[in-house]
């Protein structure tokens, strides 16, 4: 399974990038694409550097340590050994909504953050499986992973917005050779979009398989989850929506079509492959965790 993921999430990888270069190819020129890695590059590259601090303090998150909060310090400490990562930092954010992210450019610049919803409001078994998919995030490098797709993403979108103030020799453009590039501003953009979205919902794929193993049972983090979701539809997160693909659970639901648009896969699909997880590694799915 996990290699599996990871297959995908090179695939998509790979999507992105092809998909630069068809919208290169339709532009005429290498103006756009020029843009596109001066503007994006550096705008990402901030955003590699600087995005743990820009979350947390997104979510008003605290920093609290074992004399404050000595369970969850510990917790995080026995996971992240297990898992072979340095010991991320540890915050607690005022959301009553459950929820918690992981963040930081590599395992050495990591931190986990859980909302003071969940800490009051769930089991303690369940609240590590979480915390242990947070873990998971942080050894699978994914804040790396996605800066990558948000890098060919943003290439993407600024070479097809150069179209308007650049546009190439319009004279011998030809009206189908117009419309090409017009199509490639409108939905070049949005497919970039796709792609991402569809690299953060492997990547939570993989974090929940990782998650399980490390917290020794993938039944409490399938638990998690479930309670995670109902409670979700309840309590909305008090957060920007731009941070929500950070979150174990998006805080909004999305069905249909609007599924495609989802930072996250629709729950009953991750607590199944969890569920599956669990069977394979010999638990009784019929009995509790």
Not at 14 to 34: A, D, E, F, N, R
Not at 58 to 64: F, G, H, K, R, W
Not at 111 to 132: D, Q
Not at 168 to 184: F, I, K, M, T, Y
């Amino acid at each position: 399974m996990k290699t599996l993921n990871q297959l995908k999430t090179a695939f998509l990888l790979g999507s992105l990038i092809g998909l630069c270069m068809l919208v290169g190819h339709l532009l005429g020129g290498p103006q756009g694409l020029l843009l596109g890695l001066v503007f994006g590059g550096f705008g990402n590259l901030i955003a590699y550097w600087f995005s743990d601090r820009i979350a947390l303090a997104a979510m008003q998150a605290q920093p609290v340590n074992r004399a404050e909060a000595p369970w969850l310090v510990d917790t995080v400490e026995r996971l992240a050994l297990r898992a072979g990562v340095p010991t991320p930092r540890v915050y607690v954010c005022p959301q009553l909504a459950p929820n918690a992210f992981a963040t930081g450019r590599n395992p050495q610049n990591s931190a986990v953050a859980i909302t003071a919803g969940m800490l009051r409001g769930f089991p303690e078994h369940e609240v590590e499986a979480v915390l242990a998919h947070e873990i998971a995030h942080i050894k699978n490098r994914d804040v790396l992973i996605t800066t990558v797709a948000a890098v060919f993403g943003g290439l993407i979108s600024y070479a097809g917005y150069s179209l308007m103030f650049l546009g190439g020799d319009r004279e011998n453009q030809s009206p189908l050779g117009a419309v090409g590039a017009l199509a490639a501003v409108l939905l070049a953009p949005i497919a970039a979009l796709l792609i991402q979205l569809a690299i953060s919902r492997q990547r939570e794929y993989a974090a929940d398989a990782l998650g399980g193993e490390l917290c020794g049972d993938p039944r409490k983090l399938a638990f998690a989850l479930q309670r995670l979701s109902n409670a979700n539809e309840r309590v909305p997160t008090d957060g920007n929506p731009a941070f929500n693909s950070l979150f174990i659970v998006q805080p909004l639901s999305a069905r249909g079509m609007a599924s495609l648009f989802s930072t996250h896969p629709a729950p009953e699909k991750r607590i199944a492959a969890l569920l599956k997880q669990a069977e394979d590694m010999g638990f009784d799915n019929r009995r509790a965790a």
